[in-house]
């Protein structure tokens, strides 16, 4: 028996015309069976959960909002077959899924019952076909973009005029005619050298690498431009691929990309210093327009005329100003004032001695007048009464002086005697310490009889002791 038989089997009810029927006794009506259509679904979820079954089909309504189940929906061309993924297997999946991918699930028939809806409670997901390969890219991505293969910073600059393009692709495709008939168009100039290599199928990704590497050494070239046509994802595996990848990552010169159509983005056109998503695209990107470069010629060209007629008017303008100096005015404008100084010149010289000789008798005429080469005796006699003045202002200045400061000295001697202590001693006063502690008494109270005192006196000291206090 089938599953399926099985499946029908336990969804049909005994009814009775299906009982044997027994001759003995007559056959009696049987009782209604009523069932509820909670009852109804829950029979049919029991028989479906012993159902383990192996579907391949699209996903399509991919729904990942919910924190604990992922909802999606298994199409072929006829049907479509409602599936519920735990969210913590959908996030151990090693390859992405997407609406539209191809996928094998294994898993449990349910129904949810309120609804009388039935659907596959997915245990294991794996990619069909085209998923498989998926798969593989998806992985070595996060490996190369782990190593850092897919940044920015790695990206070598392209040549704005390049001399020398290397082709890699394949001799018999569309590819190498579209590449060379752009840069024959764009750019006649550069020179294009093709390596043809397999583009898909075995053995491809080894002639691929070596295409690169001929470019990168034997020929040298400016850049090289690694190109495919349009293709399956089969058919574009070998470009991502990690030889290819690194091979890419190793030149010395950029790489330029123009694999499949705008929607296919391979492994080598992470890596590559430019991605464009054609052939034509990728030769586009490796040389400039023939016309941009006319036009921008023609641009320059007009520029350095307007620069050189600017610079040529700025000359003219400079030439007049420089005719117009007194330089080029002639040699009588320029020589005349000199030749009227000679001739004044000329015409004061023979008197200028006489002249000269006047101003200096005059001058020593006025020098001679002053007083003193006229009065020097009275002048030397009156400076030696001057001094003789302050040698005796200083004669009497000493000795008044010393008298006034001895004054003054002997006053602040009378007045520190006046507050010496020694002084009330001298007038018959005495000052009595305590031989105990060596301090001044002042009053009865601060000793005790027989206490022993020192009287000390204007000359001399006294020993005595307390007989009484009063």
């Not at 519920?84 to 129904?111: M, N, Y």
């Not at 080029?328 to 001739?343: A, K, N, S, T």
């Not at 009889?449 to 020993?463: H, N, Q, Y």
Request: glycine share 8%; aromatic share 6%; hydrophobic share 40%.
């Amino acid at each position: 028996m089938t599953t399926e038989d099985t499946y029908l089997e336990e969804l049909t009810l005994p009814w009775p015309e299906e009982q044997e029927e027994t001759p003995e006794e007559p056959a009696e009506e049987p009782a209604e069976t009523v069932l509820t259509v909670s009852e109804v679904n829950r029979m049919a979820k029991h028989a479906l959960e012993r159902l383990t079954v192996t579907v391949q089909g699209e996903i399509s309504g991919l729904n990942t909002r919910y924190p604990y189940y992922v909802y999606l929906d298994l199409r072929d061309g006829g049907a479509s077959l409602p599936a519920i993924l735990q969210k913590r297997v959908f996030d151990s999946l090693g390859f992405t899924l997407e609406d539209g991918a191809s996928i094998i699930v294994r898993g449990t028939l349910s129904l949810f019952e309120k609804q009388g809806k039935y659907q596959i409670r997915v245990a294991e997901v794996r990619p069909f076909g085209e998923g498989e390969i998926q798969r593989r890219i998806e992985a070595l991505k996060r490996k190369l973009h782990a190593e850092g293969l897919f940044d920015e910073a790695l990206k070598k600059p392209l040549p704005a005029f390049p001399e020398r393009i290397g082709v890699v692709t394949s001799t018999r495709g569309a590819a190498i005619r579209d590449v060379t008939v752009t840069i024959g168009r764009r750019f006649p100039a550069a020179a294009v050298f093709v390596r043809g290599v397999r583009v898909q199928g075995e053995g491809a990704v080894e002639q691929i690498c070596a295409g690169l590497r001929f470019f990168d050494g034997p020929c040298p070239v400016d850049l090289v431009i690694l190109a495919r046509g349009g293709g399956s994802i089969q058919d574009l595996e070998p470009f991502s691929t990690e030889p290819v990848a690194r091979t890419i990552t190793g030149m010395s010169v950029p790489v330029i990309t123009g694999i499949g159509h705008e929607p296919d983005v391979s492994i080598a056109d992470l890596v590559a210093d430019r991605r464009a998503s054609t052939p034509t695209a990728a030769a586009e990107a490796a040389v400039p327009d023939r016309l941009d470069l006319q036009a921008l010629l023609a641009k320059s060209a007009a520029g350095l005329r307007r620069h050189a007629a600017a610079e040529l008017q700025h000359a003219q303008r400079h030439l007049e100003g420089i005719r117009r100096l007194p330089l080029y005015r002639g040699p009588d404008f320029i020589l005349g004032p000199f030749l009227q100084r000679f001739e004044r010149t000329a015409v004061a010289l023979p008197e200028s001695p006489s002249r000269g000789l006047t101003r200096s008798r005059h001058r020593l005429a006025v020098i001679a007048c002053r007083p003193v080469f006229r009065l020097a005796a009275e002048l030397l006699a009156r400076r030696a009464a001057g001094i003789e003045a302050a040698r005796g202002r200083l004669a009497r200045c000493g000795p008044a002086a010393v008298q006034r400061d001895r004054g003054a000295l002997e006053r602040i001697k009378a007045r520190a005697d006046a507050l010496s202590p020694l002084a009330v001693l001298e007038r018959g006063y005495s000052i009595t310490f305590s031989k105990d502690t060596g301090a001044v008494v002042r009053s009865p109270d601060e000793v005790e009889v027989g206490s022993p005192l020192e009287i000390r006196l204007a000359r001399g000291a006294l020993e005595a002791e307390v007989t009484g206090k009063e």
